[in-house]
């Protein structure tokens, strides 16, 4: 069985849809939602879409769930391993920010001072 930890780095679009399924979602909502959160940064096709989605479940990082009033569409939510992985990203990613973060300020003051 895969670990956490096996999963990162994630994909921009892995992490998105991961975020965006903090709640259960259906795919045009989970389209809808990170376009939103990552403002207009990330937004994807139903094909990007669907394939990150049947891969994810596969790997059990999602699962579908039933959705009593709306049998159309298919919902989507986090596994615990699904969660495991986007706190793990989560993490790996703001490690990278705060390590990198005195680097820059010093190169952007140098830069600016010359």
């Known amino acids: 069985m895969k670990q ?3 999963f990162l780095p994630l994909s921009q679009a892995t992490y998105y849809i991961l ?3 903090r709640k259960v979602r259906h795919g045009y909502g989970i389209m809808q939602d990170v376009e939103e959160i990552s403002q207009g ?3 994807m ?3 990007t879409l669907y394939g990150a989605l ?3 479940e596969k790997q059990h990082v999602i699962q579908k769930v039933t ?3 709306d049998e159309r569409r ?3 939510a986090l596994t615990d391993l699904g969660m495991q992985v986007l706190r793990l990203e989560y993490g790996r990613l703001s490690s990278l920010v705060a390590n990198a973060k005195d680097i820059i ?3 952007e003051v140098e830069k600016d001072g010359h």
């Open 4 to 6: 956490p930890e096996d």
């Open 19 to 21: 975020l965006s399924l």
């Open 41 to 43: 940064e990330v937004r």
């Open 45 to 47: 096709g139903p094909g």
């Open 54 to 56: 049947g891969k994810l």
């Open 67 to 69: 959705v009593q009033e």
């Open 74 to 76: 298919k919902y989507y």
């Open 105 to 107: 300020e010093k190169l």
